[in-house]
């Protein structure tokens, strides 16, 4: 495929799993228009609602009237594919099964797939940008393996030189990200700014959640009432929230990238279990502090490893090199670059 190029996505939403898959899909698909393929989407209610608040540039959407099961979102996919004559197609569906990789693969010239669990593969192009992985991992299939394939958006490969100059002049921390996910699953996004609080002192504090985040009313009072706190709903500019933090308390979804290519100190709470084990590995590397589910003592584990990375410069300074180490922000035009060739 060359310039001129029609790609196709089918990606997951919803209140279980998020709007992770789409964003990071709405990542590559900025990618591949600058290279000048042409982009669109097919989605259900949940997923054009992310694409509706959050797309930087007007997408074609093909929408279906209810959310699909991931068999029929495949098969409408395919049936769009044909139609709209689509080259490629990119599938980032923790429900798709071999059935449905088949059929994508019939209807378009190349097709990618978005994985991070290793599950087995008869077709595609494979994308796992975990840190670590490696071809063996997907036996027979060609891949892209590992954290420089991250995809992260643009802006924050834009704004990398500058932001990791200012993180090396070091100093006392000041301001304070939480950003756990737009649906803000159990309403953790409350839970860890309410543990913090007391802790807070003079640092400022920006919170990013979704519309419709179950936190939104409390927080949002919240910030009425204690002018430390800021609430960001449906947040555009999180590139720019990165880079003027000094410390975040982290999803460890596709935001985990962000924090990286920013080079900013964190802690992760794995919100979800697929998210387990890039968190850890991120955590051996020193490019975060990994945050267990919440538990009973949640509270107490997340204060202890907030206080002490705010009570350690040289800790933070280590963990924004090693971070930075990892991600560089140019993985979606590599992953572009690999799709179009």
Same mark, same amino acid.
């Given at each position: 495929?060359?310039?001129?190029?029609?790609?196709?996505?089918?990606?997951?939403?919803?209140?279980?799993?998020?709007?992770?898959?789409?964003?990071?899909?709405?990542?590559?698909?900025?990618?591949?228009?600058?290279?000048?393929?042409?982009?669109?989407?097919?989605?259900?209610?949940?997923?054009?609602?992310?694409?509706?608040?959050?797309?930087?540039?007007?997408?074609?959407?093909?929408?279906?009237?209810?959310?699909?099961?991931?068999?029929?979102?495949?098969?409408? *996919?395919?049936?769009?594919?044909?139609?709209?004559?689509?080259?490629?197609?990119?599938?980032?569906?923790?429900?798709? *099964?071999?059935?449905?990789?088949?059929?994508?693969?019939?209807?378009?010239?190349?097709?990618?797939?978005?994985?991070?669990?290793?599950?087995?593969?008869?077709?595609?192009?494979?994308?796992?940008?975990?840190?670590?992985?490696?071809?063996?991992?997907?036996?027979?299939?060609?891949?892209?393996?590992?954290?420089?394939?991250?995809l992260v958006r643009s802006a924050f490969a834009a704004l990398r030189t500058q932001t990791l100059a200012r993180r090396a002049e070091s100093g006392p921390p000041g301001r304070i990200l939480v950003s756990l996910g737009l649906t803000d699953a159990g309403a953790?996004?409350?839970?860890?700014?309410?543990?913090?609080?007391?802790?807070?002192?003079?640092?400022?504090?920006?919170?990013?959640?979704?519309?419709?985040?179950?936190?939104?009313?409390?927080?949002?009072?919240?910030?009425?009432?204690?002018?430390?706190?800021?609430?960001?709903?449906?947040?555009?500019?999180?590139?720019?929230?990165?880079?003027?933090?000094?410390?975040?308390?982290?999803?460890?979804?596709?935001?985990?990238?962000?924090?990286?290519?920013?080079?900013?100190?964190?802690?992760?709470?794995?919100?979800?279990?697929?998210?387990?084990?890039?968190?850890?590995?991120?955590?051996?590397?020193?490019?975060?502090?990994?945050?267990?589910?919440?538990?009973?003592?949640?509270?107490?584990?997340?204060?202890?490893?907030?206080?002490?990375?705010?009570?350690?410069?040289?800790?933070?300074?280590?963990?924004?090199?090693?971070?930075?180490?990892?991600?560089? *922000?140019?993985?979606?035009?590599?992953?572009?670059?690999?799709?179009?060739?």
């Amino acid at each position: 495929m060359t310039q001129g190029a029609r790609i196709l996505f089918l990606a997951d939403a919803g209140a279980k799993v998020g709007g992770g898959h789409i964003m990071r899909c709405l990542t590559l698909a900025g990618a591949l228009t600058r290279a000048g393929a042409e982009c669109a989407f097919v989605a259900g209610p949940a997923a054009w609602a992310v694409l509706d608040t959050f797309a930087q540039a007007p997408v074609e959407v093909f929408p279906l009237d209810e959310e699909p099961s991931a068999s029929e979102l495949a098969a409408a *996919g395919a049936g769009v594919a044909r139609r709209w004559s689509a080259s490629g197609l990119v599938a980032d569906h923790y429900g798709f *099964g071999p059935g449905d990789d088949a059929t994508l693969s019939e209807a378009c010239e190349r097709l990618l797939i978005v994985d991070d669990l290793r599950r087995r593969h008869a077709h595609g192009l494979i994308l796992d940008s975990n840190i670590g992985r490696k071809a063996a991992d997907y036996p027979g299939r060609e891949v892209l393996a590992g954290s420089r394939f991250a995809l992260v958006r643009s802006a924050f490969a834009a704004l990398r030189t500058q932001t990791l100059a200012r993180r090396a002049e070091s100093g006392p921390p000041g301001r304070i990200l939480v950003s756990l996910g737009l649906t803000d699953a159990g309403a953790i996004t409350g839970r860890v700014v309410r543990a913090l609080m007391p802790t807070l002192g003079e640092m400022r504090l920006d919170v990013v959640l979704g519309g419709a985040a179950p936190s939104r009313p409390e927080l949002e009072a919240l910030a009425r009432a204690d002018a430390r706190v800021t609430v960001h709903v449906d947040a555009r500019d999180m590139a720019d929230l990165i880079a003027a933090a000094d410390i975040a308390v982290g999803a460890g979804g596709s935001s985990a990238w962000e924090r990286c290519c920013l080079g900013l100190p964190s802690l992760t709470v794995i919100v979800a279990d697929n998210q387990r084990e890039n968190t850890m590995a991120l955590a051996r590397e020193d490019a975060t502090l990994a945050i267990a589910p919440p538990s009973g003592d949640f509270d107490a584990r997340l204060r202890a490893g907030f206080a002490s990375l705010v009570s350690d410069e040289k800790r933070r300074a280590a963990m924004s090199a090693s971070a930075a180490a990892l991600c560089d *922000g140019l993985g979606a035009d590599r992953v572009a670059e690999r799709l179009l060739a």
